[in-house]
């Protein structure tokens, strides 16, 4: 049965995936409901994501809150102003090099927000499970390990997480799963493999690896460049949200994979190739900026999911094959030089006041 979602309150909403979310219900989706957008502005949240969201349907339709879900008190304050009936905490801590060196933003962001979330949730929805309302907590394939080439994770495998960041989101998963077995709360869960696209911060692999390679700077890969990924598109990943949403069973789990595998050095001379023939050069012009280094502590070897379970129960496909969505993803920052330039010289972070504030 298909829920009535009214008032969605997206955490983490300025961030990479939850700006995407957020593109995706009013651009996707038939819903025509509220959207509260609550985050921190840690130095990933980045509100010019949202501009255009934020043009066209600030607080008619679209609500943005500058609040740490970590603040018990005025987290519980939005869910009263707001009535919100369904939540998709995306506010994370997700770079797993920055949780090596800082782990305490890790417990507090990951697993003591969370843990305020669910409390307030408890005490709002109480009484109100029929009405629909829905606390989704969108998680990683880390949680899970490393596996070995030929298998794949399952919904049911065992949480070996091997990271500082995986075992936080592994705490809070088990934290949201507990809210549902003790006190009936309704949730869901998710885990995906590693996304990519636009809006994402330039840390992480595939947009470091196109900024680099466009400033023709080195191309840093760690160990021997072996460590297997699956990779998702921004885009399926949100439909496949959207699809938990609205018919997704409470208390359950849904994998949801990009079912692209690639070894991180393929993929990075790969990326090399592409943009090489964009900018009209020989095809390994850019793989001479390769350069291998030191292998991180925790760095699982393969990650890989299986996701018939969200295919056949809530008939989801991936709309996009990695081709096309890399294809897409190197023309957006390529397109998008000026909103590199801000983030690297920390611009971006005044966007708030400049566009937001005082309008």
């Known amino acids: 049965m298909k829920r009535r979602l009214k008032n969605i309150m997206v955490t983490g909403g300025a961030g990479f995936i939850g700006s995407n979310f957020i593109h995706y219900i009013f651009n996707k989706s038939a819903f025509n409901g509220k959207v509260i957008n609550v985050d921190k502005l840690t130095y990933a949240g980045n509100l010019e994501n949202l501009r255009e969201i934020d043009n066209k349907f600030r607080k008619n339709r679209y609500y943005f809150e ?23 905490n995306f506010a994370a801590e997700s770079h797993v090099d920055r949780s090596i060196y800082g782990p305490k933003d890790f417990i507090q962001t990951n697993i003591v927000g969370t843990f305020n979330l669910l409390e307030i949730v408890r005490e709002r929805w109480k009484g109100r499970e029929q009405d629909g309302v829905l606390f989704h907590y969108p998680s990683t394939e880390e949680v899970y390990g490393s596996i070995e080439e030929g298998q794949y994770f399952y919904e049911n495998a065992r949480y070996q997480p091997n990271n500082l960041y995986a075992a936080s989101k592994a705490s809070a998963e088990h934290l949201t799963r507990a809210y549902h077995n003790t006190y009936g709360l309704p949730v869901t869960i998710s885990n995906c493999s590693n ?24 191309l840093p890969v760690y160990g021997d460049g072996k ?17 938990i949403l609205n018919k997704g069973k409470t208390g359950e789990t849904y994998i949801i994979g990009g079912e692209n595998e690639w070894e991180n050095i393929i993929l990075i001379n790969v990326l090399c190739e592409k943009i090489a023939k964009i900018k009209g050069k020989d095809k390994d012009y850019y ?73």
């Not at 879900?69 to 005025?74: A, E, G, L, R, S």
């Open 66 to 88: 500058k609040i740490d879900i970590c603040d018990f008190d005025k987290m519980k304050g939005i869910f009263q102003k707001y009535d919100i009936d369904t939540v998709v």
């Open 227 to 243: 460590n297997i990924r699956d990779w998702l598109y921004v885009e399926d990943h949100c439909s496949a949200i959207w699809q």
């Open 195 to 218: 996304n990519y696209g636009p809006h994402q911060f330039p840390e992480k692999l595939i947009p470091l690896m196109i900024n680099n390679i466009l400033e023709e700077k080195p």
């Open 287 to 359: 793989k001479r900026l390769i350069t291998f280094v030191k292998d991180r502590p925790g760095h699982d070897l393969r990650y890989a999911v299986n996701c018939k379970k969200i295919k056949r129960e809530l008939n989801w496909r991936r709309k996009y094959d990695f081709k096309e969505g890399l294809d897409i993803t190197i023309r957006w920052y390529m397109d998008n030089q000026g909103w590199l330039d801000r983030i690297k010289s920390g611009e971006y972070k005044n966007w708030l006041e400049k566009n937001y504030r005082l309008r």
